[in-house]
Structures are given as structure tokens and as C-alpha cells.
């Protein structure tokens, strides 16, 4: 578009200088009067020449003033036989060539129009001037100057045409071959993308396949291990003492045992050493598989003993010794260790002794706490200011009942957010003096299904028995 205005404004300011330029002609050559009406000309055309406004108009009333300028041209220069006629050929390819064809046709029909005019204001004689002297040398100087003006304002415009169109060509050939790279480009691009996005299907897909097989050996491994808790879950329910072992040592005794995993650390653990029974409640800090590892640790220690110490707190510092000897790495990872209640029961005479362990006596008078050291088995690192395990001696009688709890009963929470606490243990169990296992049964089970939170936080037992 700057291309073709630029040969417009060129070609507009040709026209306007060969008005100058024949204005010079004619002056010399005697044509005074062709000379004055040139100049009249110039001075209307050049102010439109330079005056700025809509571009597409002005080029449109230009060119319809050229045309005007022709044409009075010839009625002064000899009508249709006037040489100048011939400068109707600036306006018509100057049209043609910058506006296009339809445009081209209205300046050619004028340029008819205006010759047959001529025409006929010759057969008629209606030209008020004279017409030409083919004779004289001056008007053929003219006619010849016509004839350059004419050939040198078509050998321009031909010229700036076709190097204007060069350019647009160029312009037109330069800007496909951008088009191309950037199609190229773009085409490079969509197979990158599309390489890419084909890339992340593969690996979405054989990451799905990866996911699904590890799923898979996953769900197989967990159902491995289930089966293997589950099983070692047998096996740690066969490693407790069974009803009939019980019913051996107790007149009556009730057992509340509930794991908060399929496996758990706590344990109870029933044996007679050469007259003396041993009742021992073990609860080890870690639930699960480590609770239980080292709950059968515990009571495997304990299967094997040569020789019963000959105290509940001997007993105990052995078990604490053993644990911290051969397994520190667990004190390491837990600092709380290993609780534990000991009876050692000789006929109706007890010792106890108690490693955090929690444990009752309830006979005529009451409830009687049994009394603890707030020591741990198996720790590292103990209190200086904490109580050292120590014997406590009782004598009782076949109605009286021994109540021994891990912690996990009195930590428990309430359905009303709550913990159970020790109160509430010592308010179950205040009536068990004298009475039987179904009742005591009975009294922990309700309590249990009125105010237990479902959520359970740690493994639970509890023991009740009384003596032959």
C-alpha cells in the first residue's frame, strides 16, 4: 500500500512539473495564451497537490483534474486534433495501474467521452479558438514537446510500475517464504508436540503398568503379611495360657484380652515353679508385631528358667538386665521400655512386685491398691528421683480376688472424649470380693459396651482370679 501511494504522489507530481515545464515551453514558442491557462492550472493543482486529506480521494479529484486540464487543453491547442490529447493516456494508465481495472474503465470512458466532445465542438465549429497552424515551426516544436512529455511520462510510469511491482513481488515472494518457514516451523513444531504428547501416552501407559503391577505385588504383599499377622496372631493366642491351664491354678478368673492390632504386646503369662505359681501381666510399650516380638521374648525367658528367683524383684531385675544386655537397640528407639506386675503365690500367702505394673487386691475391707515401682524393664535411662522395684508381702484369703491391668483399660478414651481412668477400674471391681467369674464378666463387659470409644489406642487386659 506505501508502494502504490508512493506511485501516486510520484506520478501526480510528474503531471505538475510538465505543467512547469510546458508553461517554459510555451513562452518562447509565442503561445502566450496556452501559457497563462497552464499557469492557471498549476496555481489550482498544486495547492490540491499538497494539501493533506483523505489520501484515496485526493488521488481520485487529481486524477479527475488531470483530466479536466487535458481537456481545455485541446480546445485551446486545435480540439481533437490537438496533440495533447494524448496526455489523456496519463490519467487512464495512471487509474488503471493504481486502482485497478473498474477505476480504469471510468477514466477511459471519461477520456472518450472528452475526445467525442471535442469532436464534435470541431464539426460544429463551436471552438472559439482557432485551430492549429500545422505550418508553423513553433506549433511543431510544441507538437514534438507534446509528443516527449507524452512518451516520457509513459516511459516513467511504465518504469516505476514495473519496479514497483519487482518490489511487491519481492515483498509478496519474501513474505510466502516467511509464510513457508513459519509453516514449516509451525509443522516442526506440531511433530515435536506430537512426538511429545506420543511420548507422555507411552510413558503414562507404562507408568499405569508400572502402578498396576506394583499395585498388584503390593496387594500381594499385604495379603501376605495379613495372612502372616493373622497366623502369628494363632500363634501368640497359643503361646498364652488357655482355660484349662487356668481352671488348673484359679477357683474363678475372668480375662478381658482385646490387641488394638490382629497382634499386640500385651501378655499374661501363669506357670508353677516347684510349688510356687508365678502370675505375671507383661505390656510392652509398642502394639503390634514389636510389641508382640518382645512380649514372647519375655515369656520365653521366663519358660526357660532353671531356677526361680527367689523374688518377684529379683525377678524383674533379671528381665531388665536380660533386655537391656541383649536387646539395646530397642531401649534406643523406645526410652519407656517394658511394664510388668509379678505375684509369686505360696498357698494363701503373695509377694508382689510391680514395674509400673497396675494391680488390686479386693477382699472384705475394700479395694487395696497393690503398690508399683514407676520403673520400666528394659529402659536405659532411668529417673534418679524414681521408686526401685521392691517385694510387698500379703496374706490372703480363697474369696479375696487379684485384679492385674496393663495401662491400656484405664488410658482408654470415653465415648464422651474422656479417659477411663483408675477411679472407674476400682469402681468395676469393688464388688468382686466373693463373687464369680460370669458376674465379673458381666460388669466389664457393660461398662465396656456403654462408654468405650470405638478408637482404640493401645492393647488392653485385664486379669481377675482368686485361689483354690
Request: hydrophobic letters at 40%; proline letters at 3%.
Amino acid at each position: 500500500m506505501n508502494n502504490q501511494n508512493n506511485f501516486l504522489a510520484t506520478k501526480l507530481k510528474l503531471i505538475f512539473y510538465m505543467l512547469i515545464g510546458f508553461i517554459v515551453v510555451d513562452i518562447p514558442l509565442g503561445l502566450h495564451r496556452e501559457a497563462i491557462m497552464l499557469g492557471v492550472h498549476a496555481l489550482i493543482y498544486a495547492p490540491m497537490l499538497y494539501i493533506p486529506y483523505n489520501k484515496k480521494l485526493k488521488n481520485y479529484i487529481l486524477h479527475v483534474y488531470i483530466t479536466i486540464i487535458v481537456l481545455s487543453f485541446c480546445i485551446v491547442q486545435g480540439g481533437v486534433f490537438s496533440p495533447v490529447i494524448y496526455f489523456f493516456l496519463s490519467p487512464i494508465m495512471s487509474a488503471y495501474l493504481s486502482f485497478g481495472a473498474k477505476v480504469g474503465r471510468y477514466f477511459a470512458t471519461a477520456a472518450f467521452v472528452c475526445i467525442v466532445t471535442l469532436f464534435v465542438i470541431g464539426i460544429l465549429g463551436l471552438n472559439p479558438f482557432p485551430p492549429l497552424d500545422v505550418g508553423n515551426i513553433n506549433i511543431h516544436i510544441f507538437t514534438f514537446a507534446i509528443i516527449m512529455g507524452v512518451g516520457m511520462d509513459v516511459l516513467i510510469t511504465i518504469t516505476n510500475y514495473n519496479k514497483l511491482r519487482d518490489e511487491a513481488e519481492k515483498i509478496l515472494t519474501d513474505h510466502q517464504n516467511e509464510i513457508l518457514q513459519q509453516e514449516e516451523e509451525l509443522k516442526q513444531q506440531q511433530e515435536e508436540i506430537i512426538a511429545i504428547q506420543e511420548q507422555e501416552i507411552k510413558n503414562e501407559k507404562r507408568e499405569k503398568q508400572q502402578y498396576e503391577s506394583d499395585k498388584i505385588k503390593a496387594e500381594n504383599s499385604l495379603e501376605a503379611i495379613k495372612t502372616s499377622i493373622e497366623y502369628a496372631s494363632k500363634i501368640q493366642l497359643n503361646t498364652l495360657p488357655s482355660d484349662k491351664i487356668l481352671k488348673d491354678y484359679f477357683a474363678e478368673y475372668y480375662i478381658y484380652y482385646q490387641p488394638k492390632d490382629t497382634v499386640g504386646g500385651d501378655y499374661y503369662y501363669v506357670n508353677n515353679f516347684m510349688g510356687t505359681t508365678i502370675v505375671a501381666m507383661i505390656d510392652c510399650y509398642n502394639q503390634g508385631l514389636t510389641g508382640m516380638l518382645l512380649g514372647t521374648v519375655i515369656t520365653s525367658y521366663l519358660d526357660t528358667l532353671q531356677r526361680l528367683p527367689s523374688s518377684p524383684t529379683e525377678l524383674i531385675y533379671e528381665l531388665h538386665q536380660y533386655i537391656r544386655d541383649n536387646f539395646n537397640y530397642y531401649s534406643n528407639l523406645n526410652e519407656r521400655g517394658c511394664n510388668m506386675s509379678i505375684v509369686y503365690i505360696e498357698d494363701h500367702h503373695i509377694i508382689y512386685s510391680g514395674a509400673s505394673g497396675i494391680g488390686y487386691i479386693v477382699n472384705e475391707n475394700g479395694i487395696m491398691p497393690l503398690k508399683s515401682s514407676d520403673r520400666s524393664i528394659g529402659k536405659t535411662v532411668t529417673a534418679k528421683a524414681s521408686i526401685p522395684y521392691k517385694d510387698y508381702e500379703y496374706d490372703i484369703s480363697s474369696d479375696d480376688v487379684i485384679i492385674l491391668s496393663t495401662d491400656g483399660f484405664v488410658n482408654h478414651k470415653t465415648k464422651k472424649g474422656k479417659v477411663v481412668g483408675h477411679d472407674t477400674l476400682e469402681g468395676l471391681i469393688k464388688g468382686f470380693y466373693n463373687g464369680y467369674h460370669e458376674s465379673w464378666k458381666e460388669s466389664f463387659e457393660k461398662y465396656i459396651t456403654e462408654n468405650f470409644a470405638k478408637e482404640q489406642e493401645d492393647d488392653i487386659t485385664v486379669l481377675c482370679f482368686n485361689l483354690t
